[in-house]
T-cell receptor, first 111, second 116 residues
Framework: QKEVEQNSGPLSVPEGAIASLNCTYS??????FFWYRQYSGKSPELIMF????GDKEDGRFTAQLNKASQYVSLLIRDSQPSDSATYLC???????????FGTGTSLTVIP | DTGVSQDPRHKITKRGQNVTFRCDPI?????LYWYRQTLGQGPEFLTY????????KSRLLSDRFSAERPKGSFSTLEIQRTEQGDSAMYLC??????????????FGPGTRLTVL
């Protein structure tokens, strides 16, 4: 079982729509959860992090964490073509400081 | 520029050669991580330093790989006797430890290694 699982996509949404990206993790004791955006050929860029159950909003981005279901999601409102990228979910487990990344979800926002 | 920097950005080498990469973290960050990423995959953890101490190393990491952070600032990653399977993007990230949270990692631009 993979530590972090994401639907690889591709996910396509029209410009202005809400994009919903999902991630599940296997270690129930995981403490910290991160979303990174990665453009083709570039390194990952941190866009959101969340540590507590519930929602966290930052501009057009909302991260949602449900520890009971071991599920974390990212919502992108008013999607723009510039949001087209691969979105990586990362989890910091309770033991040690190792981070585990999913394989990423490819998002395309269609103008 | 106060971000994470990596050098070189690209490296082409022949199989069997040794290569060394450098990472300079964000200056106030005490944690430094190395990852490897291949096409279509997420970053794969290689090793982690807190200050100069190497605290974790992936069990998947071959003994051809070694990393150092001698003064708790910059770090080097060396790959000995490179193999074609080592071709990947090598990413460095840094973070600042603190209370719960404060563990956000920031990535450098990466070093793309091609082994011929």
């Amino acid at each position: 079982q993979k530590e972090v699982e994401q639907n690889s996509g591709p996910l396509s949404v029209p410009e202005g729509a809400i994009a919903s990206l999902n991630c599940t993790y296997s270690d129930r004791g995981s403490q910290s959860f991160f979303w990174y955006r990665q453009y083709s050929g570039k390194s990952p860029e941190l866009i959101m992090f969340i540590y507590s159950n519930g929602d966290k909003e930052d501009g057009r981005f909302t991260a949602q964490l449900n520890k009971a279901s071991q599920y974390v999601s990212l919502l992108i409102r008013d999607s723009q073509p510039s949001d087209s990228a691969t979105y990586l979910c990362a989890v910091n487990k309770a033991t040690g400081n190792q981070f585990y990344f999913g394989t990423g979800t490819s998002l395309t926002v269609i103008p | 520029d106060t971000g994470v920097s990596q050098d070189p950005r690209h490296k082409i080498t022949k199989r069997g050669q040794n290569v060394t990469f450098r990472c300079d973290p964000i200056s106030e960050h005490n944690r430094l991580y190395w990852y490897r990423q291949t096409l279509g995959q997420g970053p794969e953890f290689l090793t982690y330093f807190q200050n100069e101490a190497q605290l974790e190393k992936s069990r998947l990491l071959s003994d051809r790989f070694s990393a150092e952070r001698p003064k708790g600032s910059f770090s080097t990653l060396e790959i000995q006797r490179t193999e074609q399977g080592d071709s990947a993007m090598y990413l460095c990230a840094s973070s600042q430890s603190g209370e719960r949270g404060g563990n956000e990692q920031f990535f450098g631009p990466g070093t793309r290694l091609t082994v011929l």
